[in-house]
Each structure stands twice: as structure tokens, then as C-alpha cells.
């Protein structure tokens, strides 16, 4: 039988698979993420790098127009270099050039223009008091422009220059950027400096108005670390921060991005989120699929387990009832017989049955079919082998014993169920059978060589008729012979085409036996069915049972028929080759147990009755001992009259001839009646 | 067992063929017949072929004799083997029958 596996065990199993699948998710889900995170983090930066330079070339543009304002003023300026009080007018065409100036100046070297003293700085500048533009000479011995940084470095530049940024507390209390730029006169020697301020509020709405993130911020800073623009309300970061920062070239200024650790993710979380959702979503839909898969699993596997367990109850009903089978081993000390069953069910358990075992020196033997397959025809079968057991145990008739069996199926039979039948009881000293056949199909019988069916009127199933009566009939096997029965199984095995063996084909093969054995005829039997069905299945149990009846080689049974006389000259001439006895001795020994057997034959039985007479014999160096009985009436040949052979002719009887001739030959000859049966001894000296 | 009968002038002349036992004898019962139509005259009973016989041949020829002795006819035996001259003697027959 098969291990079971249990519920748990199945579920543990399942489980272990579920688990393994959604760790394999996890882990995946895992690095996917970390993946994605690196991702992000990466184009986030790069977004804030990229926002960082966008910010940043704003910025450029927007002071490179104040430079381009300014570069484009120069040359008005150094043509007019001649007049300096033009210069005035010049500066207001700066200073009014852009909204984003605040203030304007042209200064020049000291004492370039002697009529205006050491110093002259034309000046215009943004008044915030009265919201317009003042123009005045600025430079004095109090505003010494010629001693500032951005005069002396503006001399020395080639080009112009940004300085430093640098806190207005004069006017505008805000931060200022100068731009710079040398005046050359004709001979190209740089005599002034024009100077533009601008607020850096101008620069403040444009870093201000970078927004990466809602808490994200940009600070402008001096590269000294001075802060100029920052957020315009206070806020606590908190955590980390990922700051970015630019140099903004030729400017001294630096932009600085700082966006927090979380909104930096931010896009990340979103779609993490997703991920997380989607993985979720997976793992319940694995366990879901996974539950109701388990579930179908847990179902298939009880039916496959019920199935299982179907099969191996039937597998062990088959065995039940393979054990009832008998074995020729039960027989083998009745030296007379050689039998052999085969059975081939057709689905696990059949519905055929076959029984023998010897009892009293006869062999009881019986098959049969139950209507129907599986399980119902084996259970009946089963009841119906022991009732065969039973019923025979103490029973001598045939017919008696179908009576009994039928009467027993027949009393509580629900179902209808019937059963056909053929049982017999043989005698195995004379090789007679009396059967009794219940709707079995007609056994064949194979007598020298021949074989034909046992055609005798079958009396009705088993199981159909409370008080059905049974008739027996009788049979005789002599050396050799056999009773081959069977069930339809037989002769309704179909091939592929639906064609049966058939009884015609049954009998050709057994036709061909020979002189096989029990055994073989089976076999060739079996072959001949299995070459005929070829691959076709097997659609009814398969049941043969052979009966062959062998006495041995100094026993002859003979029936009370004269033609069975036949049989003696060549068992004689057999017995004396076997025995290697002086053949001349053959005729007279022939002809006195011929004497014997006639007598036999011819008034041991009733007119119409059958009976047998059983002859043996022995041989030892000095004698040949024959022993002839028979269960006739009790009759004594010995004292009979003999014939006068001294009277005439005329006055002879027929008849008493034989006997004479037994005395003459035979040197000593015995009668007696043991057992119900004649036993005359005859001894021939050699 | 084969029985042949032929005539030759006022002769009737039965070649026995084979075994003459108990089944032989039983089949041959009517054969004879002819035999027995004629038993006025000489019936030749030829036994070179008939190895072997049973009480019931016996009573076979012993019916023809009787048949013959009535009708003033003869029975003889000839070529009779001696196995089946061996049974004569021993049911004293040897004396009775005309074995030439």
C-alpha cells in the first residue's frame, strides 16, 4: 500500500513553496527598489544641477544686458571725452538704460580735466525719496574715489569687471554690484572708469523664484560666504539636506540648492509607493492563487487518495479472492488427475469463481459465473465459494448439492442476481464424473485426441428459482482424456473489431491439444484468446479450468461398453513394453482379462445402467497380478457353471467358455466383494 | 476385423482378417449370415490373418458349427496360428472343430 500523505504535510509542502515564492518577490522587490532609489537620487540631482545652471544663466543674461547696456555707452563716451560736462547726460543715458540700476558713474583720473578739479565723477543715482534720478559731481576729498578699490582695479583691467558685492548704507540699505569698465582716450591709455551699480534684488526674484521642491530653497551668496539672497521667510530644515552650489563665473557670486533628504525623494516615494502597492498586490494575488490552487491541489489529492485507497481495497479484494483460488499443490497426492485453474479478472474483482479439492478419494470441482462485474459479482462469488465448500463437504450427488446451492443464492437474493454452474463430483480410481450443469456454457471434452462439447441439456441458474430441481449426468475419462471447462469469459473475449473467440474457435484449439497436459492446454488456450483479442481490453473475467484424468500405466478404467474393450490390448501391449515382459506371453494374458473385463461389462450393471471396471496390474519376476473391480452387484464368476467341455456339441451352452478360459490361463484366481465393490484377482505365472 | 467371403464350386471359403475378440465378434454377428445360408455345404474357415481369439469368437464358430451340423453341410479350420490353436486346446474345441 501506498504512503497517505495528510493533510498537513500537503498544506506544509504547499506553504513552503508560497513562502519561497513571496520571499523571491520580497527580496527582488528589495533591490528593484534600491535600484530605483539610486535612480532617482541620480536624476534628482541632476535636475537640481540642471535648475542650478538654468538659475544661474539667468543670471549671467541678466547682468550681461547691464554689461551690454554699459559696453555700448563706452565709446559715446570716450568720443565725447572732449566735453565733460556731456558726460552727465551720458551717465543718466546709463543709469536710465535700466530699471535694474541703481546709480551710474563715470570717473575719471585725477586731474584729467584741470577746469574741474582734482576730482570728476559725473553721478547719477536712483534717490529713494523722492523716486528719481539726481545727478551731481560726486567725486571730493570726502568720496576719494581715486584711492577705491573698483577705480584703481578698473584702470588696470583690460575689460570689464563685477566687483565684489557690497552693502548700500547709503541709500538703498540693500546689496550692490558694480560693474566696471575702462575708458581709453585715443591713445589708448585708460583715463576713467565707468561704474554701474545695480541692486541685487534684480538677481533676488530670480533665485528666489527657484522652487525644486516646496521646501527647497536658493541662496546667492558672495564668495566670501557673505549671504545675499536667501528665502524670504526663516525655516528650520530638518534632517538631512542635499545642498547644491554653482559658481556663477566672472561674477564672485555662488548659488547654492538645498533640498531636503525627503523631497528629494519625493518622486521616488510616489513611485515607490506604487512599487510597494503593485508588490503587495502581488504577493496577495500569489496567496490567493496560491490558496486556491492549494485548495483544487488538496482536492485533487483527496480524490487521487480515495482513488488510491479504491484501488488498493480492490487490490486486496483481488488477493482475497486470488487466495480462494485452490492449488493444484491440494491435489497433487491424487495421482489421477492433473488439473489446473487460471483466472483473469477483468476489473480488479470478478465475478467467476472455480473450486476443487479432493475429499474420499474424489474430486469435487465446480465453476461458475455471477451476472455482472466488480465488486457485487465478487462478494457473491465469495458466497458463493463457500457455500460450494460447505455444500460438498457432506453431500455425494451432484444435482443434491446444485439443490442446496441454489436454494441457499435463491432465499435472499434482492438484487436477482444468478449465477451459471457446472459441478461434479470424479471418482478418481474409475475417472467418472457426475455433473450437474447450471446454465454453464457445455465443457469440452478431449478424448483421444478429439475434442467435442459435453452435450448434455443444461438445468436452469442458480439463484433464479426457489426449489429448482437439478439432474445429474455422468461422464467417464479414461487415460489421457480431459474436462476443460470455462466461463464466457472465454468465449465472448472480444477483439478489436468486436468479434468473439467463439465457441467454434474454443473447440479448434482444444482440438489441437494432444496429448498436452492440463497445464499446457491452459496455456494454449490462454495464447490462442490473447492472439485473437490482440490489444483489444479485456472486457470479462477469463476462467478455465482443466480436468485431465491420467491413471497410471498399470491402471485401466473401462466403461461398461463393449467397444471400451478396445482400450485393453493397448494398455496390455504398453505395460508389457514398459515392464519389458516376453511379448509371446501377451495374447493369452490379453485374452483372459478380456474374458474378465467382458464379463464385466456384459452383467455387472443393470441393462442401461453406466458403470466402469477398474483393471490393475502388477508384475514381479515370477507373476503377473491383475486386480479388476467393479461396484456392480455382487456378483461371483467363479461360481459360475463352467461348460462340460467333455459333452457334445450339441449339448454345449454358450456362455461359460470365458470363465473356463480364466481358470485355464490364470494360475490362480480370487474373488471377493470388499466395499461395495467385485474384486477378482488374477495371477499368471511367468 | 475384416471378413471375407468368396465361393469356390461347392466350397465356401471366410478369410478372417484381424482379431477376432469380443468387439469383433459382436460387429461380425451379421457378416456371417451368409455363412450361415450356406451350411449345407463345406464352409472353409481360413485363419491365417486372425492372431488372436476371445470366448465370445469362439462362440462365433461354435454357431456356424452348430449350423452346419444341422443342415448336414462340414466346417473346417485351416492355417489356424498357434496362438489361437493354443485356446482351442485349452476349451478342448481342438477336438471338435476339423482343423486341416
Given at each position: 500500500m501506498k504512503a497517505q500523505i495528510s493533510k498537513q504535510d500537503f498544506a506544509r509542502k504547499e506553504l513552503i513553496k508560497i513562502f519561497i515564492a513571496i520571499f523571491v518577490l520580497l527580496v527582488g522587490s528589495v533591490i528593484y527598489y534600491f535600484y530605483i532609489r539610486k535612480d532617482a537620487l541620480h536624476s534628482a540631482e541632476k535636475r537640481a544641477e540642471l535648475t542650478l545652471k538654468n538659475t544661474e544663466r539667468m543670471i549671467l543674461i541678466r547682468m550681461g544686458k547691464i554689461e551690454t547696456t554699459v559696453n555700448a555707452t563706452r565709446p559715446m563716451v570716450e568720443y565725447a571725452l572732449?566735453?565733460?560736462?556731456?558726460m552727465f547726460d551720458i551717465t543718466r543715458h546709463i543709469a536710465e538704460s535700466s530699471s535694474r540700476i541703481m546709480g551710474a558713474g563715470i570717473a575719471f583720473k585725477a586731474d584729467y580735466y584741470p577746469e574741474k578739479g582734482h576730482w570728476y565723477e559725473t553721478y547719477v543715482g536712483y534717490h529713494y525719496g523722492c523716486d528719481t534720478f539726481v545727478s551731481k559731481q560726486l567725486g571730493s576729498a570726502k568720496h576719494d574715489y581715486l584711492q577705491m578699490d573698483w577705480f584703481k582695479k578698473g584702470l588696470m583691467s583690460p575689460s570689464g569687471f563685477w566687483s565684489d558685492p557690497y552693502f548700500d548704507n547709503a541709500g538703498g540699505k540693500t546689496f550692490l554690484v558694480s560693474y566696471c569698465l575702462p575708458i581709453h582716450d585715443s591713445t589708448n591709455e585708460a583715463v576713467g572708469v565707468i561704474c554701474t551699480d545695480i541692486t541685487l534684488d534684480t538677481l533676488a526674484s530670480i533665485v528666489k523664484s527657484v522652487k525644486l521642491s516646496p521646501r527647497s530653497f536658493c541662496t546667492l551668496t558672495s564668495c566670501e560666504g557673505k549671504l545675499l539672497v536667501g528665502p524670504s521667510t526663516t525655516q528650520k530644515i530638518r534632517g538631512k539636506c542635499h545642498v547644491f552650489s554653482e559658481k556663477i563665473e566672472g561674477k564672485n557670486l555662488i548659488l547654492t540648492l538645498t533640498v531636503p533628504d525627503a523631497e528629494m525623494y519625493k518622486r521616488l516615494r510616489k513611485s515607490s509607493l506604487f512599487f510597494l502597492l503593485m508588490a503587495l498586490s502581488g504577493i496577495f494575488a500569489v496567496l490567493f492563487i496560491s490558496f486556491q490552487s492549494m485548495q483544487n491541489l488538496w482536492k485533487l489529492n483527496e480524490v487521487r487518495l480515495k482513488e488510491q485507497h479504491i484501488e488498493d481495497e480492490l487490490a486486496i479484494a483481488r488477493n482475497i479472492q486470488q487466495s480462494l483460488l485452490p492449488s493444484e499443490q491440494t491435489v497433487k497426492s491424487s495421482k489421477t488427475i492433473n488439473i489446473k485453474g487460471l483466472q483473469i479478472p477483468?476489473?480488479?474483482?470478478?465475478g467467476d469463481l472455480f473450486d476443487y479439492y479432493v475429499r474420499d478419494n474424489k474430486l469435487l470441482f465446480c465453476i461458475g459465473d455471477v451476472s455482472g462485474k466488480g465488486v457485487p459479482a465478487a462478494l457473491l462469488m465469495a458466497i458463493s465459494h463457500s457455500l460450494f465448500r460447505t455444500i460438498s463437504s457432506h453431500n455425494e450427488r451432484p444435482e443434491i448439492m446444485m439443490e442446496a446451492l441454489n436454494n441457499a443464492i435463491s432465499e435472499n437474493n434482492p438484487d436477482i442476481m444468478f449465477i451459471t454452474m457446472f459441478l461434479g463430483i470424479m471418482?478418481?480410481?474409475?475417472?467418472t464424473i457426475s455433473y450437474c450443469n447450471a446454465g454453464h456454457n457445455p465443457p469440452i471434452v478431449i478424448k483421444n485426441g478429439r475434442a467435442e462439447y459435453l452435450d448434455t441439456e443444461p438445468s436452469l441458474l442458480l439463484g433464479v428459482e426457489l426449489s429448482a430441481k437439478y439432474t445429474a449426468h455422468e461422464l467417464t475419462l479414461a487415460h489421457g482424456d480431459t474436462l476443460f471447462l470455462y466461463t464466457d469469459g472465454l468465449t465472448e473475449a472480444e477483439n478489436t473489431e468486436h468479434e468473439t473467440f467463439g465457441e467454434k474457435r474454443a473447440l479448434e484449439t482444444a482440438a489441437h491439444f494432444?496429448?498436452?497436459t492440463a497445464e499446457q492446454q491452459i496455456e494454449q488456450m490462454h495464447q490462442a484468446v490473447d492472439q485473437f483479442v490482440n490489444n483489444a481490453e479485456q472486457s470479462d473475467d477469463l476462467t478455465m479450468l482443466a480436468i485431465q484424468y491420467v491413471h497410471g500405466e498399470n491402471r485401466l478404467v473401462i466403461e461398461n461398453r463393449i467397444q471400451e474393450l478396445d482400450k485393453l490390448e493397448p494398455f496390455l501391449s504398453h505395460f508389457f513394453e514398459q515392464k519389458s515382459i516376453?511379448?509371446?506371453?501377451l495374447p493369452q494374458l490379453d485374452l483372459a482379462l478380456e474374458e474378465a473385463v467382458t464379463n464385466v461389462i456384459m452383467y455387472a450393471y443393470p441393462e442401461g445402467e453406466t458403470g466402469t471396471a477398474e483393471l490393475t496390474v502388477n508384475v514381479n519376476n515370477k507373476q503377473i497380478c491383475s486386480t479388476l473391480t467393479d461396484s456392480g452387484t455382487p456378483f461371483n464368476p467363479l461360481e459360475q457353471q463352467e461348460d462340460n467341455l467333455d459333452v457334445s456339441l450339441e449339448e454345449r451352452k454358450i456362455g461359460g467358455l470365458g470363465i473356463h478360459l480364466i481358470k485355464e490361463i490364470m494360475s490362480k484366481v480370487e474373488y471377493e466383494y470388499a466395499n461395495g465393490r467385485n474384486v477378482l484377482r488374477m495371477t499368471y505365472d511367468v | 476385423m475384416e471378413i471375407t467371403i468368396t465361393e469356390s464350386g461347392n466350397q465356401i471359403i471366410a478369410t478372417f482378417d484381424g482379431r477376432l475378440d469380443t468387439v469383433a465378434a459382436q460387429q461380425i454377428e451379421e457378416t456371417i449370415t451368409p455363412l450361415l445360408e450356406h451350411a449345407d455345404q463345406t464352409i472353409i474357415l481360413d485363419c491365417e490373418k486372425m492372431p488372436f481369439i476371445s470366448s465370445s469368437g469362439l462362440r462365433i464358430f461354435l454357431k456356424i458349427r452348430k449350423e452346419v451340423s444341422a443342415k448336414g453341410g462340414k466346417m473346417q479350420l485351416k492355417n489356424v496360428c498357434p496362438d489361437v490353436m493354443q485356446v482351442f486346446k485349452m476349451t478342448k474345441l481342438d477336438g471338435i472343430f476339423e482343423i486341416l
Open positions: 572732449d566735453d565733460p560736462d556731456a477483468a476489473k480488479y474483482v470478478g471418482d478418481l480410481t474409475t475417472g494432444g496429448t498436452l516376453d511379448m509371446s506371453l | -
